[in-house]
């Protein structure tokens, strides 16, 4: 059974930085779409960024330019680092990975759930 577990979560002032990890135990194929996602309080969840089954980063405008996006299959691990934060970018975020190749990586292929790590930004 897969579990995904995140850390790196925290508080941060505005502009600052934070490198959220999500370690994956149990067999993750490498083709599977993996993915970062955030939910802020009274908002429903969004892409924030993932890592197509080509191996290619795909990012959110929203996120654009602020945040990268990473893998290092050895330790199966994703990452996300989050630099020039804002107050908007509060959430929690939580990783995700697909059972199988996905060319689109859309919501519904997303199977593995880690159960989130809170990032608060103040202004």
């Known amino acids: 059974q897969v579990q995904l577990v995140e850390s790196g979560g925290g508080s941060v002032q505005a502009g600052g930085s934070l490198r959220l990890s999500c370690e994956a135990s149990?067999?993750?194929?490498?083709?599977?779409?993996m993915g970062w996602f955030r939910q802020a309080p009274g908002k429903g969840r969004e892409g924030v960024a993932h890592?197509?089954?080509?191996?290619?980063?795909r990012y959110a405008d929203a996120v654009k330019g602020r945040f990268t996006i990473s893998k290092d299959n050895a330790k199966n691990t994703l990452y996300l680092q989050m630099n020039s934060l804002k107050p908007e970018d509060t959430a929690v975020y939580s990783c995700?990975?697909?059972?199988?190749?996905?060319?689109?990586?859309?919501?519904?292929?997303?199977?593995?759930w880690g159960q989130g790590t809170q990032v608060t930004v103040s202004s």
């Open positions: 995700a990975a697909s059972r199988f190749y996905s060319a689109l990586c859309r919501f519904d292929d997303y199977y593995y």
């Open positions: 890592i197509d089954s080509d191996g290619n980063p």
């Open positions: 149990g067999y993750i194929n490498p083709s599977s779409c």
